[in-house]
């Protein structure tokens, strides 16, 4: 095993630290070994040279990491605690400070709460308008304050520059093409990006003469942000100028974005908002679409690059192509622009009936958002997602107020994304009449096409897909083969004046999903009908 391989392994064991923790965890990225002890984090630079980054050599390695030190103070300055240099014992031992030879550099930071990132915060619904005003105020105020003029201007104000990240990115992620990205998408990105440069020439110039290109922070995401004793931004980029010398409207972009992909665009929306009444920038939102497309593409890009990692386990293996694979659909829609037609759909129907493998499938070839009640209902009671609570009939997490909390949230989540341009699928019972109404009213408020998908299927089926679901894997829904005959009795059936699609899940559901698209695709307007798919 060679020394830098043999690194990670010295450093799981806590005597190499100096001071006492109860044990040591490790993070892998593309560009970092991450070790969290009980109260600081270590980050070491791992020896690779990506093109864009290059940690090959020893003193390359403690450069960057003075630099993250430097750089990352700026917006966080009692986290970033300095730079320690790895040493080897007399016995060959690796520790981190102390006498010996010096074998590699690492960040010492303050450990941040993990249940206090703002991506944790979204995931439990429990971020708001509000933190995200405060984060606008605060990277608002940095930027005003971030060097600008002379390299930063020529740098990150250049229209080469812009050409040479986006190039590259393409290049890069050629190989991706049928795994993580479809040739689909990967041609229309390509073309949107270089005529958007070629046709919008005047509009970059016109940025860098009102000072707007800024030394930046250049990974603003929901994962680099702490809501804790207010707030910490952290983890910039410090190994390549061109990525973090930029246009603030990128910056803006990516958290936006980032927000966007999460499945939460109305908190984007209000950074955004926030941060140009802030700043008076308003010709920040005509780049803002070019900008997600880019800051999308990356992140997609990033995961591919973690998919090439020997040692990764299968199941962290498929997450991450899961993640690619989101960034590159989002990239592909900031480049195509809003749905048309914009769509809402509702799933209808009983526990069993195959609603959630329905609204997935048609989400998937909608590229629309998925909503799931079962999901919902568990984020606002502050539950995991897959947390089962086998509670009686009406009561508890299924109690009317409780029920009404759920489908009042799905509309507000709904409007976020149609707001946005972005079709839905909301993955519900939607069992009662004045539960449909909400969805209706809302589509016809925002000009979308509102379609109710009713889901059947053989009443054994559906038992024998709930019996199936108590013993398998836990999964968001409760629905479980007792609960079938309350629902069945109180089941409002779909009035004639929605349009109206009934799906047998009984048939295949790749059948199931080519038929309802092909419905959808005449659907027209808001008149009435309904139909059996054939």
């Known amino acids: ?149 002379g390299r930063v201007d020529e740098i990150g104000g250049s229209m080469e520059t812009i050409r040479v990240n986006t190039e590259e990115n393409f290049q890069q992620t050629a190989p991706f093409i049928g795994q993580t990205v479809t040739m689909e998408q990967y041609e229309a990105i390509v073309a949107y990006t270089r005529q958007f440069l070629a046709q919008r020439a005047p509009l970059f110039a016109s940025r860098v003469s009102q000072g707007r290109i800024r030394d930046c922070h250049g990974d603003l995401h929901a994962g ?38 999460r499945g939460r665009p109305g908190l984007g929306r209000a ?4 941060y140009v009444v802030q700043t008076k920038d308003d010709a920040l939102e005509e780049l803002l679409p070019f900008y997600q497309c880019y800051r999308a593409y990356v992140r997609g890009k990033v995961a591919g690059f973690r998919l090439a990692d020997a040692g990764l386990a299968e199941a962290e293996r498929e997450g991450l192509r ?33 609603k959630t493998t329905v609204a997935e499938a048609l989400g998937a070839r909608l590229d629309a958002a998925v ?14 997602p897959a947390e089962r609570r086998y509670e009686p009939w009406g009561q508890g997490l299924y109690a009317p107020e409780a029920t009404a909390r759920t489908y009042d949230a799905l509309l507000e989540r709904a409007r976020e994304h149609l707001e946005a341009g972005r079709s ?9 009449q004045a539960w449909r109404e909400g969805p209706r009213l809302l589509a016809q408020e925002l000009g979308a096409q509102f379609w109710a998908l009713e889901v059947v299927c053989p009443r054994e089926l559906a038992l024998e897909r709930l019996r199936r679901r108590v ?13 079938l005959a309350a629902q069945e009795q109180d089941f409002d059936p ?28 005449a659907g027209g307007g808001m008149s009435g009908g309904s139909q059996a798919l054939p």
């Open 322 to 354: 899961r993640q690619a694979q989101a960034y590159f659909r989002a990239a592909h829609r900031y480049a195509r622009g809003p749905d048309r037609p914009l769509r809402l759909l509702i799933t209808v129907g009983l526990a069993g009936t195959g």
């Open 224 to 261: 680099n942000i702490c809501v804790e004793d207010g707030l910490y931004i952290y983890d910039c980029i410090e190994f390549n100028e061109r990525f973090r010398f930029g246009d603030v409207a990128a910056e803006v972009a990516f958290l936006a974005m980032d927000l966007d992909v």
């Open 1 to 149: 095993m060679s020394d830098r391989n043999a690194l990670p392994v010295a450093l799981l064991e806590p005597s190499a630290y100096p001071e006492p923790t109860s044990r040591v965890e490790l993070v892998q990225t593309h560009l970092s070994w991450v070790f969290l002890t009980d109260r600081h984090v270590y980050k070491l630079k791992r020896p690779v040279n990506l093109g864009f980054a290059d940690f090959t050599s020893l003193e390359r390695r403690r450069f960057f990491c003075q630099e993250e030190v430097r750089l990352n103070r700026r917006l966080s300055p009692t986290m970033y605690l300095g730079v320690v240099p790895l040493t080897r014992k007399p016995n060959g031992s690796i520790a981190l400070g102390g006498r010996g030879e010096t074998v590699d550099y690492a960040v010492k930071m303050v450990r941040l709460p993990a249940d206090r990132m703002l991506d944790a915060l979204v995931e439990r619904g429990q971020a708001s308008v509000e933190i995200m005003e405060r984060i606008a105020d605060r990277v608002a105020g940095f930027h005003a304050a971030a060097e600008t003029g």
């Open 494 to 521: 779909v009035r004639s004046d929605s349009l109206h699609l009934v799906v047998d899940t009984a048939r295949p559901i790749a059948d199931n999903v080519e038929a309802a698209l092909q419905a959808l695709g």
């Open 271 to 274: 950074f955004v908002q926030r």
């Open 471 to 483: 013993a398998g894997a836990p999964v968001p829904s409760d629905g479980r083969p007792e609960i």
């Open 371 to 384: 909503i799931s009640s079962d999901a919902l209902r568990k984020e606002l009671a502050g539950l995991g």
């Open 424 to 432: 839905v699928v909301l993955d519900a019972s939607y069992r009662k």
